[in-house]
């Protein structure tokens, strides 16, 4: 062929996504909302949508079989694909897997996912409705689409926030990235190792963090028992920077976020301290971390602090003045989104 | 570990399915149906309901980029999703595209694959809603999934198949399995050959059933004219073979399906006839035919019969009586079914 060859490096993920969506146009009126959101918002009735929600995990790129025990990789899959309907502020209420099998895997091994998966829908209240298995030449292959259910006044799009709106952040962050470097450096140092005991004393909720995070299903009651719908609203799977670039790119405004709000749990500052990390930078990109970072107008403030598990860690500005984290001596360090590039 | 280890070839595909998802249970009124029939169909209003249903296409497995051009593997991913949701006698209006993207993919070579799928969409009037990119170590690995809407009284399933019932058939079959041959054949002979010019003359209906197969969305609208709703349905992926036999399960019924029935194109013949390979076999386990096999009331049978693109193969028989195919000479052959078994 004649055409050149650009690597995906040169577009990043997010640039490559926009070019490959950009000549689609939506034709039927049952769309309510396409690509550029965490879900696609369908309409169900004349008041209610229903949001569908698709992602992947690849053995090799988003988990690694010789520390990921299958019941935990079953279980934060289904926290993968329903925290996407829950950054809708939606309920979720069905799930589909696909997986691709290659042959190392065992039934017992899908039996192990299977109970992982069974674990996380009891709990979220979600239903397994479909599914597809298939062979697959190289690694373990997961698909898993979410459905969820929200009245169209409730859904919380990247797109709505403004001027002078707070911005939220449930949970803490970089525990989820300081777990995964925990659990590759006992590999490292274990590689070889005849009967290895990995060291986790005192660092089990990063693990946790990684291993089996929980989708935050309870916000969407929590604010729906509060009366407020989110101006704005982003689950955090590429890193808080990531997340707040993709909220002011949708709604078209800049944003300051401020590093003494930073919530980090003591077990990310003391692993990050002890590797010699800095624990904002495992904040700001580390990703994963399925906590929801969303906006609401000022006069919610004390709503917002009466809920008690939310830090409102900054505020959206003006686009033109772009988005930025403070830091406590005043400097303005530009926010910088990761997506990934093609590995190998 | 103390368990031991059961390979899943043991269990084949559908055994496996059966064990992994038969500890689940539905709890959410809206899930009208789960596991087990080609879509899952959620509620979406007192009368309307919405189906989802998911597929993956793994390189390697489900594909040969050697000779698959980019442009109809879209088409032919947007085809596999949509044929599922056809299978429903549902309306498909949206789908959502997941990739898996390895180093060797290049962003003209995801240009020409998202052309493909805009084409497919634009011809089926679906809407492109969503998505998520994300590094491959191994293979190009593609997952669709697709949403379409009903009425509730219209939706077909795998389970409501009756005694007596006509088992009807949409265009042909063998004819995309045959394809495959032809280019596999193609590659091989030509390994190695400097500016190879492999020999397709008088096949090309097969390469283009293989390469860029159309879903059957035309017969959702065709059947609803007539005012039939099908008393089960299924799309031909597997094999014809494989789908009369899920339809018996589903249905707690026999079948009788007529060699001499069996609509094969010409060059699917000819070609067959060419490698010495039996027609009927491709027909019945080839698979990928994306037809779709339905049974009507008896009373039908002059509607369907009008619609002049559909054979009435056979009748739907009680359970105890199997599932068989019937030759000229009268012999019954039991139906046998495929599924998977990883490779390597």
Chains 1, 2 share one sequence.
């Not at 301290?273 to 495992?282: S, Y």
């Not at 003045?321 to 403070?326: E, H, N």
Request: hydrophobic share 40%; charged share 25%; glycine share 10%.
């Amino acid at each position: 062929m004649a055409k050149g060859r650009t690597e995906i490096a040169e577009l990043g993920e997010f640039g490559l996504i926009d070019r490959l969506t950009a000549k689609f146009q939506n034709k039927n009126k049952s769309t309510i909302c396409g690509v550029g959101d965490d879900a696609a918002v369908i309409e169900a009735s004349k008041d209610k949508a229903i949001v569908v929600s698709t992602d992947s995990m690849l053995e090799g790129i988003d988990f690694d079989l010789t520390y990921f025990p299958p019941k935990h990789l079953g279980y934060k899959a289904v926290t993968k694909g329903i925290s996407d309907v829950v950054a809708m502020n939606a309920v979720p209420e069905q799930i589909t897997l696909s997986l691709g099998i290659s042959s190392k895997i065992s039934v017992e091994f899908l039996d192990d996912f299977y109970e992982g998966v069974e674990f996380a829908c009891k709990e979220a209240g979600v239903d397994l409705v479909g599914g597809d298995t298939s062979a697959s030449m190289t690694g373990f292959v997961v698909n898993i689409t979410a459905v969820g259910r929200a009245k169209k006044s409730d859904i919380a799009y990247r797109s709505g926030a403004k001027e002078h709106d707070l911005i939220c952040l449930t949970g803490n962050l970089g525990a989820s990235y300081m777990g995964l470097r925990l659990l590759e450096r006992e590999r490292r140092v274990l590689q070889g190792v005849d009967n290895p005991q990995p060291q986790f004393e005192g660092y089990e909720y990063l693990l946790q963090r990684y291993l089996k995070p929980r989708a935050r299903y309870d916000m969407v009651e929590s604010l729906r028992k509060e009366g407020i719908v989110p101006t704005s609203m982003i689950d955090i799977t590429d890193g808080l920077a990531s997340e707040v670039l993709q909220i002011c790119k949708a709604s078209k405004c800049g944003a300051r976020i401020y590093l003494e709000r930073m919530p980090l749990a003591k077990q990310t500052t003391a692993l990050a301290e002890e590797m010699h990390l800095d624990p904002v930078v495992a904040a700001l990109n580390g990703g994963e971390d399925y906590e929801l970072l969303f906006t609401v107008p000022l006069d919610k403030r004390e709503q917002i602090v009466s809920l008690g598990c939310i830090d409102i860690i900054g505020h959206i500005t003006a686009e033109s003045t772009g988005a930025y984290l403070v830091t406590p001596d005043g400097n303005d360090i530009a926010l910088q989104a990761q997506g990934f590039t093609p590995k190998r």
